[in-house]
C-alpha cells in the first residue's frame, strides 16, 4: 500500500506476568489522523512505546515498517532520528524552565558547540505560531496552563522535524475549550502534512477529528476503521471497545437525599505565593447525605483549590471561613484531621499526588486508611492483604496480583487504585477532583455506580470535573465556580450546558 | 462493608508429609527454596564469597573464632549507624553528622562518670539522652525552618566535633568495666564443658526454634488466608539451609578460647535490627518513612506527616549514633581524638551497597546490615593479607562503585533491588507473594514434625565444621558432640510444645 506510512505487523510485547500486546497489527496512511482506542490497560500506551523505541527493539517481538523500510530502533533518539516523535500520557516539561528551553531541551540549537540562545528563541517565536499559542517564550513552564504546556508539546515535537506525531491521551487533562483549540491545532497540522496518532478514551473527539480508527482490547487489534463522513460515531466506537453496546452512559440513579450535613461558609484563602490574590473568596455551600454534588468551572478557576484548602488546609493560606458537620464547627487544619472526620479527595495529578510510584498495589490501597489495619501502629499483614484484594476486586483494577508496582499498571487502573485508596478510608464525604480522566468509557460507567453505590449509603460526594455532560449525567446538583467565587447553584434536572457555560464565564450573571 | 477477612479460612487438612521434588527441575527448585529471584542473594551470596576468598587466600585465617569476633566487635557501631542512616536516607535525606555526634556521645559519658562520678548506667543513659537532644536539634531544622538534611548535619558535623574538642580537651578517659563489656564483651560461660561457650550454644537453639516457629506459622497463615504454600520439601529444605548455617555461625563464634562466646556488641545489633526491621516493615511509622521518600506531596496528602517522619528519622539517627558512641567507647576502653572520625561515610557505604536508592523510597534493614558486613568482611580480608590502608581505600571505594552500579542495573533490567527483597525471608511480604502465586499447588501444613527433624541438622552444622578442623583436639570434640546432642534433645522436646500450642490457636490439627 504505497499511501502508508507506516505500518506495525503481529507487535507482541510481554512484561513479566503479562501479555500487553498479542499480534497487534496497524497501519497508518500517509497525512492522516489515526485514532486509538481501547480500554484501560488494552496496551495502547505499549504499542505507542514499541513504535517511539522506548521499548527498544529485540524487547518486543514484529515488524514495523515507517516509509517502506524495515526500522529498528534502539531506543527514543534513534525513532526521532526518522521523524517519529511521541508525546507521553505524562507531560514531560520541566517547570522552572523557559519555554524556549523546554523545546529545544535534548535537540538544543548550537552553534560550534555552544547553544544559540538568540536562534534559539527566533524558532521557538515560529514553532509557537504554528501552534496558535501567544506566550512569553522566556516565561517559565510553571506559569502556563495545562492546556498552553501541551501545544507547547506540540510545538517541541515540531521542532524536531517531525513526520509522525504520537499523543497519548493529549486532551485528558484539558478543558472542552482548550481541547477544541488542540484539534483544530492538529487539523491544521494536517493539512501542512504532518501525519499524527492519537490515543484518546474522549470519544467524541476521536468522532470529529480522526480518518482512521484502530481498536484494540486486551492487547489485541479487534478492528480497523475508516471514517468516510458519519459512518462512526461513538457508539460504534464503543462497541468496537467493549464488546458489546453500551445502552446509556449513565447508570440510572434516583437519589435518596438526606439532611445536610457539610457546610462551608465564607470560605477564603489567599494564593500561597502570591499575597492579596484570593483563590478562595467568601465561598459558602453544603452537602446533604446521599448526595452528589458538582462543582464546574474552567480550569484555574479554584476548584481544586477550594476542595484542597479543605482538606486539612492543603493548599493556599487560610484567612477565614468556617466549616460545619453535623452543624457543629469544626477544624480540620491537617490531613489527618480530614481523614479523621471522614473526608477524602482524591487528586486530580495521580503521578505528582496521588500516588508513589516506588509503592507496590496493596500498599497504595491501604496507604491511606492505615489505621483500619493496624493496632498501635502495628499493621495486620493478613487484613492488609484482604483489604487490598477486597478493592481491587471491587475496583476492577487490572493488575496481575496486588504485589505488583503501581507504575506497571495503566494510567486508568492507576487512577482506579488511587480511587481505592480513598475509598478504603470509608469516607463520609468523598471529594473527587477528575476522578475519570484517562479512564476508558466502560471504567468511566464502573466509577460513576460507585458514585451512586457511595451516595446511596448516605455519604456525600463533591465532584469537581470539566466534563459538564458528566457533571448533568451523574450529580443531583451542581455549583459553578469563576475566578475563585462560587457564582451559582442549580439542580442539576433544571441546568444545561449553556447555563452553565454561563455561569462559568460570566461573573455578571452571578 | 469491613476491610477484614473477605478470605474465608478453608478447613485445614491435618495431613501427613507430602510434597517431594517429583519432576522439577533442579534449578526451579532453587528458585523455591530461596523464594523467588535467584539475583536477590547477590548481596548475601557477596558476602559469602568474600569472606571464602579471604578465608581461602589468607590461609584460614578469616574464619577462625578470635577473627570473626574481632570483625563483629570492630564494627557493630557501623551497622548500627547503617541502620539509622537507612531510616535518614529513605526519607530522601542524608546524615553526615554521625561521627560526631557519636564521638560528642561518647565524651559526654565519659565525662559524666570520671567527673561526676555517675555510675555507669546513668552515664549511659546520660550519653542517650545527649544523643536524642542533638537529633531533636538537627530534626527541628530539617522539618520545622526546612534547612535540607545535607546541610544541617554538615554544620552538626563540625557543630559537634568543635563540642567534642571543646568538651574533651584532648583528654584520655577510661572506661568503666561495665561499659567495656557492651563494646567488647562476652557472654557468660557456665553449665557442663560442652566444648563451646553455653550461652552462644542456647542463643543459637533459640534462634533456630524461633526460625523454625516463623516459617511454621507463615505457613499456617497461609493456608488460612486461603492460599497456596510452597511445596513442604522446599521449606523443609530451606530450614535445613537455615539450619546447617546457623550451626557453624554459632560453632564459629562459640569454639574460641575460653572466656569468648559471640559477642555483647553483635547481639546488640542483631537485636537492633530486628526491631528496625519490624519497624519498617510492620509499622505505620515505617510505611511513612517509605511514602514520604518515594513521592512526598503524595505521602502528604495521603495523611503522613512530613515532618514528624523527617523528625523522627532525624532524632533516631542521633540515638542511634550515641548507642554507637558508648558501644565504641567501651571498646576502645578510653575516648580518644579521632573517635568518630569518618563514621558517616561508612554507615552511608553500607547503606548504598546494601541497594537503598540515593532518591530515597528504597532499602531495607537487612540489606544495610549486610551490605556493612560486606564492607567490614573485605576490610579484615584485606588486613589479614597484609594489605596496606591505602590500597584497602582504593579497593573499598571501587567496590562501593561497582556494587550500587551494578544495583542500578539489575533495577534497570526490570529487576527488583538485588536484595531489596532479600529482608523478606521471614517477613509477611514472603505470606503475600506466596497468597498470590501460589508456588507450587499444596495445601498441605504437614506434620509439625518436619520442623523438629530438620532442627536436627542444626548440630550437623556444627559437627561438619568439626571434622573439617582438624586443628581441633579429637577427645574435646567427643566430649562436645555428645553434649550437643544431649541439648537437642532438650530443645526438641520444647519445640514439640510450640507446635501444639499453635497448632491449638490456629485449630489446623483439629
Ligand atoms: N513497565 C511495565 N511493566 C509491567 N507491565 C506493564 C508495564 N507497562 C505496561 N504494563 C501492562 O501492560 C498493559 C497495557 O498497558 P498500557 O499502558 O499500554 O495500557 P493503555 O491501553 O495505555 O491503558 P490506559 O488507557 O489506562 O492508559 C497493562 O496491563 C499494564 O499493566
Ligand atoms: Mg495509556
Redesign the interface.
Known amino acids: 500500500m504505497s499511501g502508508a506510512i507506516l505500518e506495525m505487523v503481529g507487535i507482541t510485547k510481554d512484561?513479566?506476568g503479562v501479555r500487553a500486546l498479542d499480534d497487534v497489527t496497524m497501519t497508518v496512511r500517509r497525512g492522516e489522523i489515526h485514532a486509538i482506542c481501547g480500554e484501560n490497560g488494552a496496551g495502547k500506551s505499549t504499542l505507542m512505546k514499541v513504535l517511539s523505541g522506548v521499548h527498544p527493539h529485540g524487547t518486543y517481538e514484529g515488524r514495523i515498517v515507517f516509509d517502506g523500510e524495515d526500522v529498528q530502533f534502539t531506543g527514543i533518539k534513534s525513532s526521532e532520528h526518522v521523524g517519529i516523535v511521541i508525546i507521553h500520557q505524562e507531560l514531560a516539561l520541566i517547570p522552572e524552565l523557559s519555554v524556549t528551553e523546554n523545546i529545544f531541551l535534548g535537540n538544543e540549537v548550537v552553534n560550534h558547540g555552544v547553544i544559540d540562545w538568540v536562534e534559539a528563541r527566533e524558532r521557538a517565536v515560529r514553532l509557537l505560531g504554528r501552534v496558535g499559542l501567544e506566550v512569553d517564550p522566556d516565561g517559565p513552564i510553571k506559569n502556563l496552563g495545562v492546556g498552553q504546556q501541551q501545544l507547547v508539546e506540540i510545538a517541541k515535537a515540531l521542532s524536531k522535524d517531525v513526520r509522525l506525531l504520537i499523543l497519548d491521551e493529549p486532551t485528558s487533562a484539558l478543558n472542552e475549550e482548550d481541547s477544541e483549540n488542540l484539534l483544530s491545532i492538529l487539523r491544521q497540522l494536517k493539512t501542512q502534512g504532518l501525519t499524527s496518532i492519537m490515543i484518546s478514551h474522549k470519544l467524541n473527539e476521536i468522532a470529529a477529528i480522526a480518518d482512521s480508527i484502530t481498536i484494540i482490547r486486551d492487547g489485541h487489534t479487534i478492528e480497523s476503521l475508516h471514517v468516510v463522513a458519519g459512518n462512526v460515531n461513538e457508539d460504534r466506537i464503543i462497541r468496537g471497545m467493549v464488546g458489546r453496546a453500551l445502552d446509556s452512559r449513565f447508570p440510572d440513579h434516583t437519589p435518596k437525599i438526606g439532611e445536610k450535613f457539610f457546610e462551608v461558609r465564607d470560605w477564603t484563602v489567599e494564593h500561597p505565593q502570591i499575597p492579596g490574590r484570593l483563590v478562595c473568596n467568601h465561598s459558602s455551600f453544603y452537602v446533604r447525605r446521599g448526595e452528589i454534588v458538582g462543582f464546574a468551572g474552567l480550569m484555574g478557576a479554584g476548584r481544586t483549590e477550594l476542595a484542597r484548602s479543605i482538606?486539612?488546609r492543603?493548599y493556599g493560606t487560610y484567612l477565614g471561613g468556617q466549616i460545619l458537620l453535623d452543624g457543629r464547627e469544626v477544624q480540620i487544619p491537617?490531613?489527618?484531621a480530614?481523614?479523621a472526620r471522614g473526608i477524602s479527595?482524591v487528586?486530580e495529578d495521580r503521578k505528582?499526588?496521588?500516588?508513589?510510584?516506588?509503592?507496590n498495589v496493596?500498599?497504595t490501597i491501604v496507604?491511606?486508611?492505615?489505621?483500619?489495619?493496624?493496632r498501635r501502629?502495628?499493621?495486620d499483614?493478613?487484613?492488609e492483604?484482604?483489604?487490598a484484594?477486597?478493592?481491587r476486586k471491587a475496583m476492577n483494577i487490572k493488575s496481575a496480583?496486588?504485589?505488583v508496582g503501581v507504575s506497571t499498571l495503566s494510567g486508568g487502573n492507576q487512577q482506579k487504585v488511587v480511587l481505592a485508596?480513598w475509598m478504603?478510608t470509608?469516607p463520609s464525604l468523598a471529594i473527587l477532583d477528575e476522578p475519570t480522566r484517562g479512564i476508558d468509557v466502560g471504567a468511566k460507567y464502573e466509577i460513576y455506580g460507585l458514585i451512586n453505590r457511595l451516595a446511596d449509603e448516605g455519604k456525600g460526594v463533591i465532584m469537581i470535573s470539566s466534563e459538564l455532560p458528566e457533571l448533568l449525567g451523574v450529580c443531583d446538583r451542581i455549583y459553578t465556580v469563576f475566578e475563585g467565587r462560587i457564582t451559582g447553584e442549580m439542580s442539576a434536572a433544571e441546568a444545561t450546558q449553556e447555563s452553565l457555560m454561563r455561569l462559568m464565564t460570566d461573573t455578571a450573571a452571578a | 462493608?469491613t476491610?477484614?477477612?473477605?478470605?474465608e479460612a478453608e478447613p485445614g487438612k491435618a495431613g501427613a508429609p507430602a510434597g517431594g521434588a517429583s519432576g522439577s527441575s533442579v534449578g526451579a527448585g532453587l528458585k523455591q527454596v530461596l523464594g523467588g529471584n535467584l539475583r536477590q542473594y547477590g548481596m548475601l551470596g557477596a558476602l559469602i564469597l568474600v569472606a571464602l576468598f579471604f578465608e581461602f587466600a589468607s590461609g584460614g585465617k578469616m574464619l577462625t573464632p578470635s577473627n570473626a569476633q574481632n570483625i563483629l566487635n570492630g564494627n557493630s557501631y557501623v551497622l548500627i549507624l547503617a541502620i539509622g542512616m537507612l531510616f535518614v536516607i529513605i526519607t530522601g535525606q542524608i546524615d553526615l553528622s554521625v561521627g560526631s555526634v557519636a564521638a560528642v556521645v561518647g565524651i559526654c559519658t565519659a565525662l559524666s562518670i570520671n567527673f561526676w562520678n555517675f555510675p555507669w548506667w546513668l552515664g549511659i543513659l546520660f550519653g542517650l539522652f545527649v544523643g536524642v537532644v542533638i537529633g531533636m536539634w538537627q530534626g527541628s531544622w530539617l522539618a520545622f525552618v526546612g534547612v535540607p538534611g545535607f546541610i544541617t548535619t554538615l554544620a552538626g558535623m563540625m557543630l559537634f566535633r568543635g563540642l567534642y574538642q571543646y568538651v574533651g580537651k584532648a583528654s584520655a578517659n577510661p572506661a568503666p568495666p561495665e561499659i567495656r563489656f557492651i563494646g567488647g564483651g562476652y557472654l557468660p560461660e557456665w553449665g557442663p564443658n560442652t566444648g563451646l561457650n553455653n550461652s552462644t550454644l542456647v542463643l543459637g537453639i533459640a534462634a533456630m526454634a524461633v526460625l523454625i516457629f516463623l516459617d511454621f506459622r507463615r505457613r499456617a497463615?497461609v493456608i488460612k488466608?486461603g492460599g497456596t504454600p510452597p511445596a513442604l520439601w522446599v521449606a523443609i529444605v530451606r530450614l535445613a539451609v537455615t539450619a546447617v548455617a546457623l550451626g557453624y555461625i554459632t560453632w564459629l563464634f562459640g569454639s574460641g578460647r575460653p572466656g569468648t562466646s559471640f559477642p555483647v556488641t553483635g547481639l546488640i545489633l542483631v537485636v537492633l535490627a530486628l526491631v528496625y526491621n519490624f519497624i519498617a516493615t510492620?509499622?505505620?511509622?515505617g510505611?511513612g518513612v517509605?511514602?514520604v521518600?518515594?513521592?512526598k506531596?503524595?505521602?502528604?496528602?495521603?495523611?503522613v506527616?512530613v515532618k514528624k517522619i523527617y523528625f523522627l528519622a532525624m532524632t533516631n539517627m542521633a540515638f542511634l549514633a550515641a548507642v554507637a558512641g558508648v558501644m565504641y567507647f567501651g571498646r576502645a576502653t578510653s575516648t580518644g581524638p579521632s573517635d568518630g572520625v569518618g563514621w558517616e561515610l561508612d554507615a552511608i557505604a553500607a547503606v548504598f551497597i546494601g541497594g537503598a536508592a540515593v532518591s530515597g523510597?528504597?532499602g531495607t534493614v537487612t540489606g544495610s546490615v549486610i551490605g556493612g558486613l560486606v564492607m567490614a568482611v573485605l576490610n579484615n580480608g584485606l588486613y589479614l593479607m597484609g594489605v596496606g590502608s591505602d590500597m584497602t581505600q582504593i579497593i573499598k571505594g571501587l567496590v562501593l562503585l561497582i556494587a550500587v552500579a551494578f544495583d542500578l542495573y539489575s533495577k534497570s533490567q526490570?529487576k527488583p533491588s538485588i536484595i531489596a527483597t532479600l529482608a523478606r525471608g521471614f517477613t509477611?511480604k514472603v505470606?503475600?507473594?506466596e497468597?498470590?502465586?501460589g508456588v507450587v499447588p499444596n495445601r498441605d501444613l504437614g506434620n509439625p514434625l518436619w520442623g523438629v527433624l530438620s532442627f536436627l541438622l542444626f548440630p550437623v552444622g556444627i559437627v561438619l565444621w568439626l571434622t573439617w578442623r582438624t586443628d581441633r583436639p579429637n577427645s574435646a570434640k567427643q566430649a562436645r558432640s555428645g553434649v550437643i546432642a544431649a541439648l537437642v534433645v532438650g530443645a526438641l522436646a520444647g519445640m514439640i510444645a510450640i507446635f501444639y500450642a499453635l497448632a491449638q490457636t490456629t485449630g489446623l490439627f483439629s
Do not use: C, H, W
Open positions: 512484561f513479566p482538606f486539612g492543603t491537617n490531613v489527618q480530614a481523614i479527595y487528586p505528582v499526588l496521588g500516588l508513589n510510584l516506588l509503592d496493596k500498599d496507604s491511606a486508611g492505615i489505621r483500619r489495619i493496624s501502629t502495628v499493621i499483614p493478613e487484613a492483604i484482604a483489604a484484594e477486597e478493592y496480583s496486588i504485589n485508596k478504603f470509608q | 462493608m476491610a477484614t477477612k473477605v478470605i497463615r488466608a510492620r509499622t505505620t511509622i510505611r517509605y511514602a521518600g518515594g513521592n506531596a503524595a505521602a502528604a496528602l495521603t495523611g506527616s523510597g528504597i526490570g509477611p505470606v503475600e507473594a497468597l498470590q502465586a
